[in-house]
């Protein structure tokens, strides 16, 4: 069986551009610089459950609200996997010297808790998180 004209048409056909359909109109973004906190385990770090440690925990937590509430901390959680990297700030700063003043003044790395290291982001404007629904109330 001559395969030639199977070929040639096979290729034929793979030549032909469909004309494409028309492309959505590209979303325009407004950018700003975050400012990325990510919260390694530090020299005095410890997985022993103390009295101290709990102490440290919430003051922890305490500073992150307090940031949240002044609108610089804009997203804050640990890591699950229980490595080296412990958690993540994400900081709406001027600079990044706001950004590393808002880390130290984290009471888990002023104990060598933990210890951070910042990088500037460039993202849309304007990222926020939702707060969690209340009880009945139906979720997007």
Not at 42 to 49: R, Y
Not at 67 to 72: D, I, L, P, S, V
Not at 79 to 90: A, K, M, N, P, S
Not at 121 to 133: D, E, F, H, I, L
Request: charged share 25%; aromatic share 8%.
């Amino acid at each position: 069986m001559n395969m030639l004209p199977i070929l040639v048409s096979l290729a034929l056909s793979a030549s032909v551009t469909p004309t494409p359909a028309a492309a959505p109109a590209p979303v325009e973004y407004e950018m700003t610089t975050y400012y990325v906190g990510f919260l390694y385990k530090g020299p005095t770090w410890s997985a022993e459950e103390t009295p101290e440690r709990a102490r440290l925990q919430e003051a922890h937590m305490a500073n992150i609200r307090k940031m949240g509430a002044e609108e610089k901390l804009l997203i804050a959680g640990p890591f699950t996997d229980d490595g080296e990297i412990r958690g993540l700030y994400v900081f709406k700063a001027g600079s990044l010297e706001e950004a590393r003043a808002l880390a130290e003044s984290d009471p888990a790395v002023k104990a060598g808790r933990l210890r951070f290291e910042i990088h500037p982001w460039y993202a849309a404007k304007n990222v926020k998180v939702t707060a969690r629904a209340e009880e009945g109330r139906a979720r997007n």
